[in-house]
């Protein structure tokens, strides 16, 4: 059976995944997914820790930092 993208064991025809979804949404089976993994948590930390950041900067450190990062996402490979 394929895994999904947590791991989770998923069925590999449509059929088969339309009876899972209904199964879940009806109660009857428990949806093996996870609401939160390890992964989301940390960037929910990393989320306030940006927003304090940002707070703690003055706008022309904002802006700086902005044209930093844009350059190295927009940078050739």
Same mark, same amino acid.
């Given at each position: 059976?394929?895994?999904?993208?947590?791991?989770?064991?998923?069925?590999?025809?449509?059929?088969?995944?339309?009876?899972?979804?209904?199964?879940?949404?009806?109660?009857?089976?428990?949806?093996?997914?996870?609401?939160?993994?390890?992964?989301?948590?940390?960037?929910?930390?990393?989320?306030?820790?940006?927003?304090?950041?940002? *707070?703690?900067?003055?706008?022309?450190?904002?802006?700086?930092?902005? *044209?930093?990062?844009?350059?190295? *996402?927009?940078?050739?490979?």
């Amino acid at each position: 059976m394929p895994k999904g993208p947590q791991g989770q064991k998923r069925p590999a025809d449509v059929i088969s995944a339309a009876v899972k979804v209904m199964r879940v949404a009806t109660g009857e089976e428990e949806d093996d997914r996870e609401d939160q993994t390890p992964a989301s948590a940390a960037a929910q930390l990393g989320k306030l820790g940006g927003a304090a950041r940002a *707070r703690n900067m003055t706008p022309e450190q904002r802006a700086e930092q902005s *044209r930093k990062a844009a350059a190295k *996402r927009w940078k050739k490979a």
